[in-house]
């Protein structure tokens, strides 16, 4: 029975990697970092099955004391300040979570035992201002954001670590990938979080920033499915993880829309603020090596994305109301 590290176990990819690990027979043990507030709301159902552990990517010492008292077989490190327009605001830490936390937590695997395997999640994010349609592992790079160069760096010291002292790491190239546990902060679920409260009369209009950036958007669980196979092969590598497909921002919002029998134009303003002072204009990717290699494939087509999201808002807003509801019920009632 083998043994995993999570980090970044409270985030959306890390509650689905958990979710499959465990469903593998693992024992799964997640990282998380010390806060004021809970934030395990994506990975609550597995309490009986997940151990937390507490650490930080920016303290090695607790990193090297996880990994002594875990002993995983494998690390699959998904944490990082995962948000591209608070990497402007924020470059330094962007920098010193994404970037240099990967070389604490290979430092961490040089001492304790090397011979864990090592997944580092890099990004489409990398290839920024595009130099070849569609991107595949050999595409040049060129980030655009603060982000972009921090996830680069990562991926660079997880090659060289690799080529330096012969670990078996992996920088898995994933393109956007969404789901209904998706931070309302991303584009995605924004949109269809915000279309169900419109839905349900209770927000009037939707601020969004650039709706001419187009992205290869897939389904999270699908992806997940994909690091995991890259760490059960003879010899490490990086591989990219897409759809293949590109679809505009603006083609997202319709069909969220849609879906909901609404009339985009009548709720979506442009806000100047939330255009970004360097943008990824298009995203497209090709995952011909791993869907031969690793013999991986995308589940969920872009239309049944976006249906499957807005439905899962509008059932959480319903949830939401309902409670809300039998509060006031209950106060009326003294
Ligand atoms: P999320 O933003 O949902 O999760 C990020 C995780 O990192 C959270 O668990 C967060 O913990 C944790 N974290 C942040 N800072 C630290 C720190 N200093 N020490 C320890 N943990 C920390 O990201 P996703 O699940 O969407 O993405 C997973 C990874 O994959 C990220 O590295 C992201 O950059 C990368 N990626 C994501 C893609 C996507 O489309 N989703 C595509 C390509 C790459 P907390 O809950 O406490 O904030
Ligand atoms: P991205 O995702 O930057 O691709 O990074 P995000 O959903 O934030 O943006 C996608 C595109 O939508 C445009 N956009 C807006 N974005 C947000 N967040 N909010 C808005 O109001 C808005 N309006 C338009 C953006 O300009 C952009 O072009 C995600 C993250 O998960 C990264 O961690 C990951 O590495 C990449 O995907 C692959």
Known sequence: MKTALITGVTGQDGSYLAELLIQKGYTV??????????????????????????????????????????????VYNLAAQSFVPESWSQAILTG???????????????????????????????????QEVPQTELTPFYPRSPYGVAKLYAHWITVNYRESYGLYACSGILFNHESPRRGMEFVTRKVTHAVARIKAGLQQQLALGNLDAKRDWGYAPDYVEGMWRMLQQDRPDDYVLATGETHSVKEWVMKSFGIAGLNWEDYVTIDPRLVRPAEVDLLVGDSTKARTQLNWRPSTSFDDLVRLMVEADWALVREQLVSQQAISHLREQG
Not at 43 to 53: A, F, G, K, S
Not at 113 to 120: A, E, L, M, V, W
């Open 29 to 74: 043990y997640g990282l998380v970092r010390r806060t004021s507030t809970v934030p395990t709301e994506r990975i609550y159902h597995l309490h009986d099955q997940l151990r937390l552990v507490s650490g930080d990517l920016l303290d090695e010492k607790s990193l090297r004391h996880i990994l002594e008292e875990c002993e995983p077989d494998e």
């Open 96 to 130: 010193e979570v994404t970037g240099l936390g990967v070389t604490r937590l290979l430092n961490a695997i040089l001492d304790v035992n090397r011979h864990i395997r090592f997944y580092q999640a890099s990004t489409s994010e990398m290839f920024g201002n595009v």
